[in-house]
C-alpha cells in the first residue's frame, strides 16, 4: 500500500517526521571529478614559469612584466649597472658577457646556450629566495645568486615537446611552487604539505638570521653583486629548528652510507640525517580512505640496493657522471616517514621503482594516484642536465599515458617542484611562513582538460593534494592553503 503524500506548510524537520509528513529531500548532484579515476603527477625540477613559458601565447608571460620587477638592485637597493657575470659552477667556466640589466634569452646571442647544453646551478634555497622575491617585487634575483646574471635568463620553450602538449590541454599560468627554497622542502609540500622539523637539530646546521629575518651576510660577502656571489651564514634548518634545506633522509637510499657494522638499509650514525617523520602526509590519507596510490622514482630499486653500500663503492646516489641515473635520495619524500621505514609493509606497496611504472602504464593497471619522479638524468635540474632531455623523457610518459586503457577517466598533471633560483616576474600571493614561492610550470592533460586553454586561475603545489582531497573525500591536511584553487577550472565535463 503506498503512503499518501501529505504537504508541509513549515516547521523544523523533525517536526514533520513525527507529523507524518512526507520531506522531499533533493539529491546533491555528484562532484563532476567523479569522473577522472586516475590521476598521474609527473613532477620535474628546478624551472620557473618564465624561465620556459615567459614566451607562450596568451599566458601572463615576460613582455607583462614591469619596470620595476626586470630591473634587479645590488645590495645598496640602487638598480646595477648590468647583469653579474655568470659566474663559474663545478663544471662550467665564468661567462663574462656583459648584460643589460633585464631578462635575456639564454638560446640567443651572447650566451647561446640551447636548452639541449647543461648550464651551472643556481641558488635555491629558503632565505635567499625570500629575499629575492622582496615582497613580490621580484627585484633582488641577482644580487642573491651564486649563479650571477644566469637568474634572469629564460628560453625559446617553443622548441619543446611539452610546450606543445600545452598549446593542446591546459596550461597554468598563476601556478606557484609550495615553499620557499628548494627541492628537498617542495618535494615535502607536495605529499604533506608541511616543513620537517628536528628540535635537537644541532647549532651549527642552522641559519644565523640578522633583525629583518634575512640571512647574515659573511664579512668576505662582496659589497656589490658585479663584485662576486654573496656568502652566507646559512643553514639546513631554521633557528627553531625546521628544515628548510636539504636534509638526508634516515632510510637507505640517503646520502648518508650506512654504518660499517650497523643496519644497512639505514642512514649511518656518522653524519647528520633527518629524524624520521610523523607528521599526516597524502599517502596517510588515501590510504585511509582505501585508494590505491604509489610513488614512482626513476632508478629506486638501484638505489636501493645501491644506498646499501659504502661509499665511494655508490654509483647511482649522487653520480653526476654522464648517463648516471643520478638518484637524489632528497627527491623521495615518502623516505623520510616512519610509516615507510624498511621493515614497513606500506614502503613495498607505495614505493616503487620507475620501471614499475612504465609496465603500470602498458598494461593499464596504475592505482587511483599514481606520482611519478623522474631520475636526475632526466628531471631538467641545472646543474646536472640539460632542458631538452627531461623534455622529452616525459613528453614520452606523456604518449604512452594517453595511448593506455585508462586514458578515458585519466588527468595528467605535469609541474616542477621549484624555480631552480630562475627569476619570474609574478609576484607569489600572500601566504604563510612557508610559501607559496615563486611561479613555477603546470600543465593538465586529460580527456577532460579545456583544450587549448591558458588557465589563469591561483594555484600552488598544495593544489594537488587539494585535488585529491576533494575527489577521494580524503581527511584535509591543515598545510594546504585555502585561498588556492583545487585544479578544476582546468576540467569541463560533459553533462
Same mark, same amino acid.
Given at each position: ?47 620557473? @614559469? ?70 651551472? /646551478? ?56 609550495? %615553499? ?26 642552522? %641559519? ?23 656568502? #652566507? ?26 654504518? =660499517? ?5 639505514? %642512514? +649511518?650514525? *656518522?653524519?647528520?640525517?633527518?629524524? =624520521? ?6 599517502? /596517510? ?15 629506486? *630499486? ?24 643520478? @638518484? ?92 631552480? +633560483? ?25 580527456? #577532460? ?22 575527489? *577521494? ?19 569541463? @565535463?560533459?553533462?
Amino acid at each position: 500500500m503506498n503512503t499518501p503524500f501529505i504537504p508541509c506548510a513549515n516547521g523544523l524537520i523533525a517536526a514533520l517526521i513525527l507529523s507524518g509528513c512526507a520531506v522531499s529531500a533533493q539529491t546533491p548532484p555528484p562532484d563532476p571529478l567523479q569522473a577522472i579515476q586516475t590521476v598521474v603527477v609527473i613532477y620535474a625540477e628546478n624551472r620557473s @614559469f618564465d624561465n620556459l613559458y615567459g614566451l607562450f601565447p596568451g599566458a601572463d608571460g615576460i613582455a607583462q612584466a614591469t619596470a620595476e620587477q626586470t630591473t634587479q638592485l645590488d645590495h645598496d637597493g640602487k638598480p646595477l649597472a648590468q647583469l653579474p657575470p655568470i659566474w663559474a659552477g663545478k663544471t662550467t667556466p665564468l661567462i663574462a658577457a656583459k648584460l643589460p640589466n633585464r631578462p635575456f634569452a639564454i638560446d640567443q646571442a651572447p650566451i647561446n646556450l640551447p636548452l639541449s647544453v647543461e648550464t651551472r /646551478d643556481l641558488t635555491h634555497r629558503y632565505y635567499q629566495q625570500t629575499e629575492q622575491i622582496n615582497g613580490g617585487l621580484n627585484n633582488r634575483f641577482a644580487a642573491l645568486s651564486d649563479a650571477g646574471g644566469l637568474t634572469m635568463g629564460h628560453y625559446d620553450g617553443s622548441k619543446l615537446a611539452l610546450w606543445r602538449w600545452a598549446q593542446d590541454y591546459v596550461l597554468a599560468d598563476h601556478f606557484f611552487m609550495g %615553499a620557499f627554497g628548494g627541492s628537498y622542502l617542495n618535494h615535502q609540500w607536495l605529499v604533506c604539505a608541511c616543513t620537517p622539523r628536528d628540535e635537537n637539530a644541532p647549532p651549527t646546521l642552522r %641559519a644565523q638570521l640578522d633583525g629583518q629575518g634575512h640571512l647574515k651576510r659573511k664579512p668576505d660577502s662582496p659589497a656589490s653583486a658585479l663584485q662576486g656571489p654573496p656568502t #652566507f651564514f646559512d643553514g639546513a634548518f631554521s633557528p627553531d629548528g625546521y628544515s628548510v634545506n636539504t636534509a638526508q633522509p634516515p632510510y637507505q637510499p640517503s646520502g648518508i652510507s650506512p654504518d =660499517p657494522n650497523g643496519d644497512p638499509r639505514l %642512514a +649511518g650514525t *656518522h653524519a647528520y640525517h633527518l629524524p =624520521p617523520q610523523t607528521q599526516k602526509t597524502v599517502g /596517510d590519507t588515501l590510504s585511509e580512505k582505501k585508494v590505491s596510490w604509489a610513488w614512482y622514482a626513476g632508478g629506486w *630499486h638501484q638505489a636501493v640496493a645501491d644506498g646499501r653500500l659504502q661509499k665511494p663503492q655508490r654509483q647511482v646516489i649522487y653520480a653526476e657522471s654522464p648517463g648516471s641515473v643520478n @638518484f637524489q635520495a632528497h627527491h623521495q619524500p615518502f623516505n623520510y616517514y616512519a610509516r615507510f621505514a624498511p621493515d614497513s609493509p606500506d614502503r613495498a606497496e607505495h614505493l616503487k621503482d620507475g620501471s614499475d611504472f612504465l609496465q603500470a602504464i602498458a598494461d593499464g593497471t596504475l592505482p587511483q594516484v599514481a606520482f611519478y619522479k623522474p631520475p636526475g638524468q632526466f628531471n631538467e635540474h641545472p646543474g646536472y642536465t640539460d632542458v631538452l632531455s627531461g623534455d622529452a623523457h616525459i613528453a614520452d610518459l606523456l604518449t604512452r599515458l594517453r595511448a593506455s586503457k585508462q586514458w578515458p577517466n585519466m588527468a595528467i598533471i605535469v609541474t616542477y617542484d621549484e624555480n631552480g +633560483g630562475f627569476w619570474d616576474h609574478v609576484a607569489p600571493p600572500k601566504g604563510d611562513r612557508w610559501g607559496p614561492g615563486s611561479r613555477i610550470p603546470a600543465l593538465i592533460i586529460s580527456p #577532460f582538460a579545456k583544450r587549448g586553454t591558458v588557465d589563469h586561475s591561483l594555484y600552488d603545489t598544495t593544489s594537488i593534494i587539494k585535488f585529491l582531497t576533494r575527489r *577521494h573525500g580524503l581527511t584535509a591536511l591543515p598545510g594546504v592553503r585555502a585561498d588556492v584553487g583545487d585544479l578544476s577550472n582546468a576540467f569541463s @565535463f560533459p553533462p
